[in-house]
């Protein structure tokens, strides 16, 4: 595998929609301007969801949105970072809950439709979904199974030890930040690290650790050349 085959056929596995944009969306953007599009492995959706809403004035309140008005959004932003659309169907906030080999088996079925030359999981932080998820892409990809690159991204600030990076050109960010935009059903407090205000802060930290202006950071969990 030569350094830059690991683009070819990248799998991204995003336990929800909006992961995979937080976690890569500048290279998602820069493969799909550039004719080798990712597919977007998304492992949960559910009719009826619901989102935290945190208010300047200190309060919170759950506000709900239907599940089809999310994969709108999914749709859109695939447009908008031109990335293949793979919907795993499980249920959401609950992947905590299935036996682990079901969410496995899923993986390993994406993987021999996509044969991807890379993996990404994302960090998995705070959230249940994104251990499941992450401890699941991690058995999937077990070398006698698969032998290929692996990488985990940053969902948010913090997560991540960065030791790959991608530099990003201006129209990768503001790709990305349109897809963000987006998907409104997830929009947060710009105290949140998920707020895009976070997004841009993270791309410039990102960028000037390796002396650019703009970059992503990913960390390699495996590399093959």
């Given at each position: 595998?030569?350094?830059?085959?690991?683009?070819?056929?990248?799998?991204?596995?995003?336990?929800?929609?909006?992961?995979?944009?937080?976690?890569?969306?500048?290279?998602?953007?820069?493969?799909?301007?550039?004719?080798?599009?990712?597919?977007?492995?998304?492992?949960?959706?559910?009719?009826?969801?619901?989102?935290?809403?945190?208010?300047?004035?200190?309060?919170?309140?759950?506000?709900?949105?239907?599940?089809?008005?999310?994969?709108?959004?999914?749709?859109?932003?695939?447009?908008?970072?031109?990335?293949?659309?793979?919907?795993?169907?499980?249920?959401?906030?609950?992947?905590?809950?299935?036996?682990?080999?079901?969410?496995?088996?899923?993986?390993?079925?994406?993987?021999?439709?996509?044969?991807?030359?890379?993996?990404?999981?994302?960090?998995?932080?705070?959230?249940?979904?994104?251990?499941?998820?992450?401890?699941?892409?991690?058995?999937?990809?077990?070398?006698?199974?698969?032998?290929?690159?692996?990488?985990?991204?940053?969902?948010?600030?913090?997560?991540?030890?960065?030791?790959?990076?991608?530099?990003?050109?201006?129209?990768?960010v503001a790709r990305k930040c349109q897809a963000v935009v987006t998907y409104q059903t997830q929009r947060v407090d710009p105290r949140h690290p998920q707020s895009l205000e976070?997004?841009?802060?993270?791309?410039?930290?990102?960028?000037?650790?390796?002396?650019?202006?703009?970059?992503?950071?990913?960390?390699?969990?495996?590399?093959?050349?």
């Amino acid at each position: 595998m030569s350094l830059e085959s690991w683009r070819e056929r990248l799998l991204v596995v995003a336990p929800h929609a909006d992961d995979e944009t937080f976690a890569c969306g500048g290279l998602l953007a820069q493969l799909g301007q550039g004719g080798t599009p990712a597919a977007v492995l998304v492992v949960s959706n559910r009719l009826v969801d619901e989102k935290l809403q945190h208010r300047e004035d200190g309060t919170s309140a759950y506000r709900q949105y239907s599940g089809e008005t999310r994969r709108q959004e999914l749709v859109a932003v695939a447009e908008i970072l031109g990335f293949k659309v793979i919907e795993g169907g499980f249920p959401l906030h609950q992947l905590d809950t299935i036996p682990r080999e079901q969410l496995i088996h899923a993986l390993e079925r994406t993987m021999e439709q996509v044969r991807p030359t890379c993996v990404l999981t994302i960090a998995p932080g705070y959230d249940q979904d994104h251990q499941a998820v992450h401890a699941a892409v991690l058995a999937a990809t077990r070398p006698h199974r698969y032998g290929g690159c692996i990488l985990v991204g940053e969902s948010q600030s913090g997560q991540i030890r960065p030791n790959l990076y991608v530099t990003l050109s201006e129209e990768d960010v503001a790709r990305k930040c349109q897809a963000v935009v987006t998907y409104q059903t997830q929009r947060v407090d710009p105290r949140h690290p998920q707020s895009l205000e976070a997004v841009q802060n993270l791309l410039r930290v990102r960028g000037r650790e390796i002396f650019s202006h703009y970059a992503e950071g990913f960390e390699v969990v495996r590399w093959v050349v």
